[in-house]
């Protein structure tokens, strides 16, 4: 992770030199502020990776000498199928037509929007993964 912090520091740095040249050069507003808005970014994901590496010390990916095994384990939990994002993205769906064709729409989208995001919020917490 630590070489990979590097990158996005290099990557903050160009954004950073950067952002007055494109303003010195366009005068564009938009793309001055996008170019802010990337440099942050880049910054924040440089920090957070570089506050990892400095908490739990160097990977196997920091080391000349690793073997590929070192990297192997279990990356994390991922659902193997739910509709809650399928429900949640019609109302979404639903919301942005409503929107663009009628407001009308959004009253009747919006509370299948809120329940896929309650349902997909709450999905583990339901049947044998209640807390009680």
Do not use: Q
């Amino acid at each position: 992770m630590k070489i990979t912090a590097r990158i996005f520091l290099i990557v903050a740095i160009f954004f950073f030199l950067d952002v007055p040249v494109y303003w010195w050069l366009s005068h564009d507003p938009t793309g001055t502020a996008a170019l802010i808005m990337a440099f942050g970014m880049s910054g924040m994901i440089y920090f957070y990776l570089d506050f990892t590496v400095r908490r739990i010390g160097p990977g196997p990916d920091d080391r000349d000498d690793a073997e590929p095994y070192e990297g192997a384990g279990e990356l994390g939990f991922f659902s193997p199928h739910s509709w809650w994002p399928f429900v949640m993205a019609a109302g979404a769906a639903g919301v942005f037509l409503g929107i663009a064709v009628g407001f009308w729409l959004c009253y009747f989208a919006l509370p299948f929007m809120a329940y896929g995001i309650y349902g997909l919020v709450f999905e583990y917490y339901r049947g044998e993964n209640k807390h009680y």
